[in-house]
């Protein structure tokens, strides 16, 4: 069974920065390509943010392109979220995902999730 959890939301101000981390237990982690998504609410989940299984190919939603960045450090079974000149708009649950097929985007392709961490943003 692999289980995902993540940590590093809080309340930050418009502005502010935050990391993200999800920490993955499986032996095969590098298999796994990873995503984030987000959920506001009463909205539908939305796609954030994907890294390849190698790191090397990496892909945003245009909103957060050039203020948050995705890693992963395949040592440590973890990926990162790192989320620069926060809005009050990327305020949301962010989970992470897992995913071995399929499309990068589209949460149904992704097969194990997180709990979730909550990322409050305050004007």
């Known amino acids: 069974q692999v289980q995902l959890v993540e940590s590093g939301g809080g309340l930050v101000q418009v502005g502010g920065s935050l990391r993200l981390s999800c920490v993955v237990s499986s032996r095969t982690f590098s298999s796994y390509s990873m995503g984030w998504f987000r959920q506001a609410p009463g909205q539908e989940r939305e796609f954030v943010a994907a890294?390849?299984?190698?790191?090397?190919?990496?892909y945003y939603v245009d909103s957060v392109k050039g203020r948050f960045t995705i890693s992963r450090d395949n040592a440590k079974n973890t990926v990162y979220l790192q989320m620069n000149s926060l809005k009050p708009e990327d305020a949301a649950v962010y989970y992470c995902?897992?995913?071995?097929?399929?499309?990068?985007?589209?949460?149904?392709?992704?097969?194990?999730w997180g709990q979730g961490t909550q990322v409050t943003v305050s004007e």
């Open positions: 890294v390849s299984g190698s790191g090397l190919n990496k």
């Open positions: 995902a897992a995913k071995t097929f399929g499309s990068f985007i589209e949460p149904h392709d992704y097969a194990y």
